[in-house]
């Protein structure tokens, strides 16, 4: 599949824009290869989590046999690996009653190692996470469930999955009530720490705490507050997290897609020197591009909607990709590319097509990989997301989508287009 790509770049600033235009090379953009045999509903789930254990062989996933509703406290997930080597052949780890559509159960590989792997499941009353040997398969329980796991493999952060499914649905876990459901503010819950080795939890900041921190010097503690999008830096030494808060309850689905305020909080792994770093109120997807700059899509205080390159504890930001990258999407760098390379995707347009492309960042060239149909029965809480995610050599993008009329995973080389 040949693609020319016309974008412009623009030589100004501020009224009267002009603009050159700049021709990308012809590109060799490989068709997508299906890795999952579409008898059931595959998909992986977020974008910024290690799908491919480092050897690029295996692939994690999810199944389950239905679509178009919410989960409830009956349905199992299905955990598996696929052989990308052998025919894609699907082996089961396990199961996990602790899911949703948007980011399954946190499934993902333990950074570096080769055979460890955990997620989220729910045992009794309480939320549990596993961890699973693919080689020998030993599994061992840690009491808490996980959102995101520190790069050096030592420690995760979490918060409370039935707080979140209270406050926005299909983010969190059913089966489990929110016993603070009353509470708008609960002191009991917040961001956790947990020992990947041993288990241990550490409470670092409660919803209480953040409540009670004004924003934009306004008291907003009156309001249904929860934590939400976790994820630690590339060094282990900063924890980032959106604290959000709504001023009412509303129906299920008009929550899980709007009447929230938000903003982006960084911290020490021990809970200390936190900041706001992006008092706005429009932060939405993000990841680290290293131990001091957030790659965020916001709307900061007087600037224009993009994807602004944050330096924590400052106030210095950088717009990113102004001509291309111009709606919101799940963005990540591609590895081993020296963070030139961007991944990312967009939500269904008109045409109920979603984009998937690359972007350079120092030609400001992009690459369109491709454009997906999403059929209008995937919507809402239960719609299909790209979320684009690299193996852990910049080599293949891999990806979740329906084009061809049911939830499946996919993959396309890039080798070629990158140079990885």
């Not at 190692?113 to 961890?131: F, L």
């Not at 398969?137 to 999955?161: H, K, M, N, W």
């Not at 016993?179 to 990947?196: S, W």
């Not at 924590?312 to 999407?329: A, C, F, P, S, V």
Request: glycine residues 10%; proline residues 6%; hydrophobic residues 35%.
């Amino acid at each position: 599949m040949k693609r020319r790509t016309f974008i412009h770049q623009s030589l100004g600033i501020g009224i009267g824009l002009t603009y050159t235009p700049i021709w990308i090379l012809d590109q060799d953009v490989p068709s997508p290869r299906r890795i999952t045999d579409g008898s059931s509903a595959y998909w992986f789930g977020y974008y910024d989590k290690f799908q491919i254990d480092p050897t690029g062989r295996f692939a994690l996933g999810c199944k389950v046999g239905f679509e178009g509703r919410s989960p409830n406290e009956e349905d199992a997930l299905e955990i598996g690996l696929i052989d990308l080597e052998r025919g894609n052949d699907w082996r089961k780890l396990g199961d996990s009653r602790a899911w949703g559509w948007q980011q399954s159960c946190m499934l993902q590989w333990i950074p570096g190692s080769k055979t460890d792997v955990i997620w989220n499941d729910r045992e009794g009353d309480r939320h549990i996470s596993r961890i699973v040997n693919i080689a020998t398969g030993e599994e061992r329980v840690l009491p808490f469930p996980i959102y995101a796991l520190a790069p050096d493999g030592t420690f995760a952060i979490g918060t409370a999955f039935n707080r979140i499914q209270n406050l926005r649905p299909g983010y969190g876990y059913v089966g489990i009530p929110d016993p603070y459901k009353k509470i708008k503010a609960p002191r009991e819950v917040g961001l956790y720490k947990i020992d990947l080795g041993t288990g241990e939890m550490e409470l670092l900041t409660s919803i209480a705490e953040m409540a009670n921190f004004p924003h934009l010097g306004e008291d907003v503690s009156d309001n249904w507050h929860w934590f939400n999008h976790l994820l630690v830096s590339p060094d282990s030494k900063r924890l980032l997290f959106l604290h959000r808060w709504r001023p009412e309850i509303l129906e299920p689905q008009v929550m899980a897609r709007t009447g929230f305020v938000t903003r982006m909080i960084t911290m020490d792994a021990n809970g200390e020197n936190l900041y706001v770093a992006d008092p706005s109120g429009n932060s939405s997807h993000f990841v680290w591009k290293d131990p001091k700059h957030i790659f965020v899509w916001t709307k900061p205080i007087g600037k224009k909607s993009g994807f602004w390159l944050l330096e924590d504890q400052t106030e210095n930001m950088r717009l990113i990709g102004e001509e291309t990258m111009k709606g919101n999407g799940h963005n990540t760098y591609v590895p081993n590319t020296q963070d030139e390379w961007v991944l990312n995707d967009t939500y269904p347009d008109k045409n109920r097509e979603i984009t998937l492309y690359l972007y350079h960042i120092p030609t400001k060239k992009q690459v369109i990989l491709g454009k997906f149909y999403s059929p209008e029965s995937y919507f809402g809480e239960w719609r299909c997301d790209l979320h684009p995610r690299c193996d852990q050599a910049g080599h293949r993008v891999f990806f979740d989508s329906t084009h061809e009329g049911s939830r499946q995973m996919y993959y396309i080389d890039i080798r070629k287009i990158v140079g990885t």
